[in-house]
């Protein structure tokens, strides 16, 4: 049996055996909630890092928007630009070839049509005039006039003495 103090208390080995027997109690305990614990926190821990995951690729996603959106509108601003700059550069060398035509007596597009217009006007004119029926007399009485008679010339002798019979 174990020995008492007076105060009634174990001797001082049993007693440190006796704490190291409640310390290694609570390490085994300690150990046994931290397994179960520690499926929980591992879980959770998953869990939150989905949660994580989630937002990451969300605000991705809107700042990767947000870029392109820029990018479309700083591509479509210097195409409008270009644009621009391609219709100045047009007009510029319309306007050199043609001063450089009118300085050689060339006629512009719309002068040729004026012409164009005028000539089908003056076509459909003569082409009334031919179909009028006095106009049709007229250059018919022209055309169907005998030709003035021609005087014939005197008939020569032959040298041999003998005319003609």
Excluded: C, Y
Aim: aromatic letters at 4%; hydrophobic letters at 40%.
């Amino acid at each position: 049996m174990t020995k008492k103090s007076a105060q009634g208390t174990p001797p001082f080995p049993d007693n440190v055996k006796d704490s190291a027997h409640q310390i290694w109690l609570a390490g085994l305990g300690a150990f046994n909630k931290a397994q179960e614990e520690g499926s929980k926190v591992f879980d959770a821990l998953v869990q939150e890092g989905l949660a994580i995951q989630h937002k990451t690729q969300s605000a991705a996603e809107a700042k990767l928007t947000e870029a392109t959106h820029k990018m479309s509108a700083m591509a479509s601003d210097l195409g409008n630009r270009a644009t621009g700059q391609w219709g100045k550069l047009e007009t510029i060398f319309e306007d050199r070839v043609a001063k450089a035509l009118h300085q050689l007596g060339v006629p512009t597009a719309s002068a040729l049509e004026a012409l164009a217009a005028q000539v089908e006007k003056l076509s459909q004119a003569v082409e009334k005039l031919g179909t009028r029926p006095a106009a049709r007399a007229a250059a018919k009485t022209r055309s169907t006039k005998p030709a003035a008679k021609r005087k014939s010339a005197p008939k020569t002798p032959s040298p041999s003495g003998k005319g003609r019979k």
